[in-house]
């Protein structure tokens, strides 16, 4: 080797690389209830009046409106949107960019929240009717348009959304793919 060079591998060795670590805002609001060891990922929207329990994650760009109750040991993926009056159980897991709405016939003056009951899953791109019931340890395939109650311990799927096996089928397919 050159002395040039070598002269650069020595000074490479030396320096320290800094990096630009900037504060990525989030928008909880002060009126907002968060529990403990809730993490709000960048840039994501929790409205005023909104419950979030203990040790529940929302994802970047998520949109958590105002007066929406989360429960604890959740996880709400990115670009998911809750709507005014969402209620969500403890143990529910929702998707990347899945949309719970409020209107069943929009622009109406009156809302009816979605209703998710603890341990559900809604998948990747569903979208939940205003006032529909997301049964308790019941699965939303992604993609899935749900206009009508998902019964316990059931999988849903396809536009409209449904019953397509239940939830131990669900979980018997989980474990195969897991053990590929």
Same mark, same amino acid.
């Given at each position: 080797?050159? $002395?040039?060079?070598?002269?650069?591998?020595?000074?490479?060795?030396?320096?320290?690389?800094? &990096?630009? @670590?900037?504060?990525?805002?989030?928008?909880?609001?002060?009126?907002?209830? @968060? $529990?403990?060891?809730?993490?709000?990922?960048?840039? #994501? &929207? +929790?409205?005023?009046?909104?419950? !979030?329990?203990?040790?529940?994650?929302?994802?970047?760009?998520? *949109? +958590?409106?105002?007066?929406? *109750?989360?429960?604890?040991?959740?996880? @709400?993926?990115?670009? !998911?949107?809750?709507?005014?009056?969402?209620?969500?159980?403890?143990?529910?897991?929702?998707?990347?960019?899945?949309?719970?709405?409020?209107?069943? &016939?929009?622009?109406?003056?009156?809302?009816?929240?979605?209703?998710?009951?603890? $341990? #559900?899953?809604?998948?990747?791109?569903?979208?939940?009717?205003?006032?529909?019931?997301?049964?308790?340890?019941?699965?939303?395939?992604? $993609?899935?348009?749900?206009?009508?109650? !998902?019964?316990?311990?059931?999988?849903?799927?396809? @536009?409209?959304?449904?019953?397509? &096996?239940?939830?131990?089928?669900?979980?018997?397919?989980?474990?195969?793919?897991?053990?590929?």
């Amino acid at each position: 080797m050159s $002395g040039q060079i070598k002269r650069k591998v020595a000074m490479g060795k030396k320096r320290k690389k800094k &990096y630009n @670590i900037q504060k990525v805002p989030n928008m909880i609001s002060s009126e907002a209830t @968060i $529990g403990k060891n809730v993490r709000v990922w960048n840039f #994501a &929207y +929790v409205g005023p009046g909104a419950v !979030v329990g203990d040790n529940t994650k929302i994802g970047s760009l998520a *949109h +958590v409106d105002y007066n929406v *109750h989360i429960g604890k040991n959740c996880k @709400i993926e990115g670009l !998911v949107y809750l709507a005014p009056l969402s209620r969500i159980g403890d143990n529910v897991f929702i998707g990347p960019s899945a949309c719970l709405t409020n209107d069943p &016939y929009p622009l109406s003056n009156k809302m009816v929240g979605v209703k998710v009951e603890n $341990g #559900a899953i809604i998948c990747a791109k569903a979208v939940v009717k205003a006032g529909v019931t997301v049964g308790e340890n019941s699965v939303v395939a992604m $993609g899935s348009v749900v206009t009508k109650d !998902v019964p316990p311990n059931k999988v849903v799927m396809g @536009i409209p959304a449904k019953v397509v &096996y239940t939830r131990e089928e669900y979980e018997k397919k989980r474990a195969q793919w897991n053990s590929c």
